[in-house]
């Protein structure tokens, strides 16, 4: 199931025709809210920007990064792009589906464990930081891109 499939319309037919009428619009309202929402978000720089992410990361990790990346900083999920979209105009507007609240989580915990990369690397443990960039980092970047892939599809 795709991201935001439940702003298709159903082919179920009701055999009540004021739940046909209350389906039809709650699906307008949905879909009014998810046209609204992608039209603040540059969906292809905010997948660019995550997939950014990973080589910052191994650069700084390499040592061939002259970024000042402070874990404080980096943990901050509502400072990029897609960030200020989750915590404003795209959360007010689709807020309550549940994989919106999916993508609103990922991205908190893949700004969490860019912050811990960061923090191992400055405390001398660059093979764990290494290994978290390689399994859990990568794992949650891939889910935000594919989530926003799949918003982009509709």
Not at 106 to 118: D, E, G, P, Q
Request: net charge negative.
């Amino acid at each position: 199931m795709g991201f935001f499939d439940f702003f298709r319309k159903s082919d179920a037919v009701s055999s009540n025709a004021n739940e046909d009428d209350h389906s039809v619009d709650v699906d307008r309202e949905a879909q009014e809210s998810f046209e609204r929402a992608t039209k603040l978000l540059d969906i292809d720089i905010a997948i660019m920007a995550h997939e950014n992410w990973n080589l910052r990361l191994q650069s700084y990790l390499q040592g061939n990064s002259t970024e000042d990346l402070r874990p404080e900083v980096v943990c901050c999920d509502d400072r990029c792009d897609l960030g200020k979209w989750i915590h404003g105009e795209g959360g007010n507007l689709l807020g309550k589906y549940g994989t919106f609240a999916d993508l609103k989580a990922t991205h908190k915990m893949f700004h969490y464990t860019a912050s811990n990369i960061v923090t191992l690397h400055q405390n001398g443990n660059t093979p764990e930081a290494q290994r978290m960039l390689n399994d859990n980092f990568s794992k949650l970047s891939n889910k935000i891109k594919t989530r926003l892939s799949d918003l982009k599809a509709l």
